[in-house]
């Protein structure tokens, strides 16, 4: 597509970047067409090719950011099943991604907007105060229906009661720096992102993952330093909290790389896997050094389920005879392309895998965008929910816990290593009905 | 660059009282009259032309339609029926004093018939949307543009749209059996029904490709398929574009249809395997993508004739689909082909001409000797089976005069092709794109008859009237509007 900048503008590397992006864009509509918003709200404004529209004008004009084009970038939900689509290759999440930073920075958000998003901001990445914002919001949930629905704040308010869970797990010891050995004869050594709001709300995943692996004869390091992959922040367009959490990250596992070594760096909570995998990117243009360790950092990355395919992963209990929905997290179909090994995994460690119709549609949760946009959310969740009850599961599985928490209450959500770690001798993951638990 | 008629100033000096005419009629969020919102309105699939609207409305029911329509005739306001929006002719572009009609939020399924092998949707189904609603009982909707996955029925009836297995099913009027019709003036008619052949007019004939320029439509019943025992695709790859044509020529003309029959050459080649993965033979020159239909038995047959028709040709590889993967990857590489074109090269200008297959080794030839002297790249993919040419012209739009000179090129190879005996548009429709090359393929008194066509469904040419007819040099006749558009 023509794009109209100056050589001014250019010198910009974001914008640089951003203009590669418009000029791939050949304007052919068909991403709209599996775009969740277009299909929801059915306006070319709410669609990709109208944001990659009102973004290139948005930069184009140099102009701050208006409420206008703000409204329809929001309401984006970055899952990325635009660039699945994509013939021609556009690397929409770089641009929204610079799209965010322009509007954060050129835009000031309305009073209620910008507290809501500097709670999140501040409590999410922090597991202590997390878990303290989630037993203060169980404190809450009695006296909700104080607060009026029907306005933005009110709904909002609503959306974070009723995503809080009702009781949390202890926390577990495992999570916090250290090596977990590997059983028997090492046959390779990995670093964990053990994570920020998930090592809260579901504890079991990691220590799912860290038995698996380390039964399968893999050394597991969380490293010292790694927190919150900053994708929360980078999502808001907050370039410099974002950027000082992957620093600290690629500082953590540098130290690793160049020590004892690693043979992958894995992620268990898809979303941030994605950004993981674009640390290089969004480091390109840091001091060499800083550059060079990123790209590592980012070559590393894989999902679990990419590495635990590569392992020869073998149940040791008998079938149990379970169907399993697959969710697709969008961050790991659309964000990562892994798009077999999960299913494959599943299937061979005994369960019938079925797949919903249109599993290519997010289910609403995309990191905070629940809480902020409750009500396309919603009905997104309630969307995918109706989907994946026609495949008539005993459970869902999914590699992401934005989607296990925005999908549950129903049939049980449960994360795809918890489920191959039971079938490989692990506990039973909570979470599971007794009825549902049966192998021995 | 093709004129747009000019403005009319009145209704530009009454947009606000306009605006809030609308404003009545359909839901809040529905009406779009800001300039920064309108600005992604202001193209479709041919992005090179580009207008922003008056308004754009989106309603959401029949009567919304009509009560927009009714609303716009009462005021002269003219209207451009947009769905969505990836019209390569530019069909949906918009006019500065006109209100866009988008109708992507009617996408409901209304009804499936089974017995009667019949659909009724809203015209902002997309294409496939008919497929994927009725494929789990073994149906299918058999026209399939590449665009099928975003482009909405609304808009094939609009451009009678075809793709590649209408070689054996037809395009989108062979597959039509009903229309619900919004006219100018707010009327709501049902034409056709859910049988084949109604009496009086053939109206459905006559909507169909009309390009928006008749009525709006809002409601389609289509004819739905059982879906074939199966499919296989074959890729035969030769060393040149000519030999790729006789062999088309060959196969045509020993009489066997397949279900599909396209075409690519190099540069598309390697665009679609980068995009689908596909195994697509990157040391070819040119390509055949063949699927025939039915029973194993049938099919071997009929691939064996088939490679044994290439044969003479000498294709240098011939490699048979194994697996239903395997075919979902070489359909989604051609049908993603325009927009994979996208890596190679920051914008092209599609093109669409038919030709009779027995012409496709000259007229490819002659393609490329244009292409070296206008020293502009082209892909060439298309419906080979049918004739149907879609060469890709690929340019670059920030140099200055890029886009003219690729333009003047497209124009070139559109004449050959209707010197060749051909004519301008397979599927894409005229749109403004090929409007004053009408010219070449007809004369003033055959276009002025189809002037008068139009004059009787929308005597003051308000309906997406800046397509289709040259603006200047009209013929007036006796019938009131004809000689509307007149550029300055
Ligand atoms: C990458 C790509 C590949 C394509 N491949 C093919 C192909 O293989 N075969 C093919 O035939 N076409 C193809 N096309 C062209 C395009 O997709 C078709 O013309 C399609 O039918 C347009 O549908 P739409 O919904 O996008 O309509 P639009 O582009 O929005 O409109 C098309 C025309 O129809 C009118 N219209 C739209 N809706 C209505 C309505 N409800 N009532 C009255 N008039 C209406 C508009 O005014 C306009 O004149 C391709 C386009 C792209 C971008
Ligand atoms: S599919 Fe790709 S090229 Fe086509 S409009 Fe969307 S982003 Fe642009
Ligand atoms: S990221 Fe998702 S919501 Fe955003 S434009 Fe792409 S498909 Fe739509």
Not at chain 1, 230 to 257: F, K
Request: net charge negative; proline share 6%.
């Amino acid at each position: 597509m023509q794009t109209n900048f100056s050589s001014e503008q250019l010198a910009d590397p974001n914008t640089a970047s951003s203009n590669q992006v418009l000029r791939t864009c050949v304007h052919c509509g068909f991403c709209t067409a599996t775009c969740p918003t277009f299909v929801l709200l059915g306006d070319e404004l709410d669609s990709p090719r109208g944001r990659i529209y009102l973004i290139k004008d948005m930069l184009e004009s140099g102009r701050p950011a208006t409420e206008e084009v703000v409204r329809h970038v929001d309401r984006c939900l970055s899952c990325l099943a635009c660039m699945t689509t994509c013939p021609s290759g556009v690397n929409y999440m770089h641009l929204v991604d610079h799209a965010r930073e322009y509007i954060e920075n050129t835009y000031t958000r309305p009073w209620h907007e910008r507290m809501l998003r500097n709670v999140l901001q501040l409590v999410l990445p922090r597991p202590a105060l997390f878990r303290m914002a989630v037993l203060g919001a169980r404190v809450a949930r009695p006296v909700r229906r104080l607060i009026p629905r029907g306005s933005v704040l009110g709904d909002r308010v609503h959306a974070m009661l009723d995503l809080a869970p009702a009781r949390l797990p202890p926390s577990s010891d495992m999570q916090s720096p250290q090596v977990h050995k590997a059983e028997g004869t090492r046959r390779g050594r990995v670093a964990l992102l053990a994570g920020c709001a998930q090592t809260v709300l579901a504890p079991s995943i990691n220590e799912a993952t860290i038995r698996l692996l380390t039964r399968l004869g893999i050394e597991v390091v969380i490293a010292r330093g790694v927190g919150c992959c900053g994708a929360l922040t980078h999502h808001m367009g907050r370039h410099d909290p974002a950027m000082a959490s992957a620093r600290a990250n690629i500082a953590g596992w540098t130290r690793e790389i160049e020590g004892d070594g690693l043979d992958a760096i894995l992620v268990n909570t898809s979303g941030c896997g994605t950004t993981v995998k674009d640390y290089g990117f969004m480091f390109r243009s840091e001091p060499a050094e800083w550059a060079m360790q990123a790209e590592r950092v980012s070559a590393l990355a894989m999902d679990i389920s990419e590495y635990l395919a590569t392992l020869d992963y073998v149940p040791t209990r008998e079938a149990p005879g379970l169907r399993v929905a697959y969710h697709a997290a969008c961050s790991l179909q659309h964000g990562q392309r892994v798009l077999t090994q999960p299913k494959a995994l599943l299937r061979r460690a005994g369960f019938t895998v079925v797949e919903p119709l249109e599993g290519h549609l997010c289910c609403g949760s995309a990191g905070t965008y629940n809480l902020v946009q409750p009500e396309i959310a919603g009905r997104l969740r309630e969307r995918k929910l109706a989907n994946i009850a026609a495949t008539k599961p005993d459970l869902i599985a999914a590699g992401n816990i934005g989607c296990i928490t925005q999908l549950s209450g129903g049939v049980p959500v449960i994360h795809t290593v918890e489920l191959l770690d039971w079938m490989a001798g692990g506990p039973a993951p909570v979470g599971l009905p007794a009825a549902v638990a049966v192998p021995a | 660059m093709i004129a747009q008629p000019p403005p009319k100033a009145d209704i530009i000096a009454r947009r606000p009282e306009i605006i809030a005419g609308l404003r009545a009629l359909v839901p809040a969020s529905g009406l779009i009259s800001e300039e920064l919102r309108l600005k992604p309105y202001e193209t479709d699939g041919l992005p090179a032309y580009r207008q922003i609207p008056l308004a754009v409305v989106l309603p959401e029911t029949t009567e919304q339609v009509a009560a927009v329509l009714a609303f716009c005739h009462k005021n002269g306001v003219r209207v451009v029926p947009r769905g969505a929006g990836t019209s390569l002719s530019g069909g949906a572009l918009p006019m500065a004093d006109s209100v866009v009609i988008g109708l992507m939020r009617m996408n409901r399924i209304l009804d499936i018939d089974y017995g009667d092998r019949c659909a009724t949707v809203q015209a902002g189904v997309t294409n496939i949307g008919i497929t994927n609603a009725v494929s789990a009982e073994g149906f299918f909707y058999a026209p399939d543009p590449s665009s099928q996955l975003a482009c909405m029925i609304g808009g094939n009836v609009g451009m009678n749209s075809g793709g590649a297995h209408c070689l054996k099913y037809g395009v989108t009027a062979n597959n039509l059996l009903g229309l619900k019709i919004v006219t100018m003036e707010g009327d709501v008619l049902d034409i056709g029904g859910a049988h084949l052949d109604a009496a009086g007019y053939d109206w459905l004939g006559l909507m169909t490709g009309s390009e928006g320029m008749l009525a709006m439509v809002t409601e389609v019943t289509v004819r739905i398929l059982r879906a074939p025992e199966g499919a296989r695709a074959m890729l035969v790859a030769f060393d040149a574009n000519e030999t790729a044509g006789r062999a088309v020529d060959a196969i045509i003309g020993s009489g066997i249809i397949p279900v599909a029959l396209e075409f690519m050459d190099r540069p598309a080649i390697h665009a679609c395997e980068a995009f689908a993965h596909a195994g697509y033979p990157l040391d070819a020159e040119a390509l055949l993508i063949i699927e025939v239909e039915g029973s194993v038995a049938e099919q071997d047959d009929l691939l064996g004739r088939i490679a044994a028709l290439c044969e003479p040709f000498h294709p240098i590889s011939l490699r048979v689909s194994q697996s239903a993967e395997e075919s979902i990857a070489i359909w989604k590489g051609r049908k993603g082909a325009f927009g994979a074109v996208g890596r190679i090269s920051p914008d092209y200008l599609c093109m669409d001409g038919t030709i009779p297959t027995g012409q496709l080794p000259f007229v490819l030839r002659r393609i490329g000797e244009m292409s070296d002297a206008y020293g502009l790249k082209v892909a060439n993919i298309f419906h080979a089976g049918d004739g149907n040419l879609h060469p890709l012209i690929m340019f670059d739009a920030n140099l200055a005069g890029n886009f003219e000179h690729a333009e003047a090129f497209g124009a070139d190879i559109l004449k050959l092709c209707v010197e060749v005996g051909g004519c301008l548009t397979g599927e894409h429709g005229v749109g403004v794109e090929k409007r004053e090359l009408m010219r070449v393929q007809f004369t003033d008194i055959e276009l002025d008859q189809q002037r008068r066509i139009k004059s009787a469904f929308d005597p003051d040419w308000l309906l997406n009237p800046s397509k289709v007819f040259p603006l200047v040099d009209m013929p007036v006749t006796a019938m009131p509007g004809t000689a509307m558009p007149v550029a300055a």
